[in-house]
């Protein structure tokens, strides 16, 4: 799963309409590209999110560029050989 996050500061735009939330997912989307274009397979990628400034790395600072970045969360599925050890 991707996820991509921005700071609070308001995306400036050009009156498209265009928000964090829209600038977020594309940062996300941008990494599944760069994944999928070396040697990932896409069929590996779940779920593609963006968040804007939802979930702060530092919330005591807003601002902060810390809090521009994607997050990539690894799922893996239980062989169902290991419920009968």
């Known amino acids: 799963m991707l996820e ?3 700071d ?3 995306y400036a735009g050009d009156g498209t309409g265009y928000t964090n939330y829209e600038l977020s997912a594309d940062r996300a989307n941008a990494a599944r590209g760069a ?3 070396s040697e990932m397979n896409e069929k590996q990628i ?3 999110r963006g968040y804007a400034d939802k979930r702060l790395r530092d919330k005591d600072d807003p601002f902060n ?3 521009r970045r994607i997050s990539i ?3 893996f599925l239980e062989d169902k050989d290991d419920d009968k050890k």
């Open 65 to 67: 560029k810390i809090n």
């Open 46 to 48: 779940d779920e593609i």
């Open 8 to 10: 609070s500061r308001p």
């Open 73 to 75: 969360i690894v799922k």
């Open 4 to 6: 991509g996050h921005t």
């Open 35 to 37: 994944l999928t274009q």
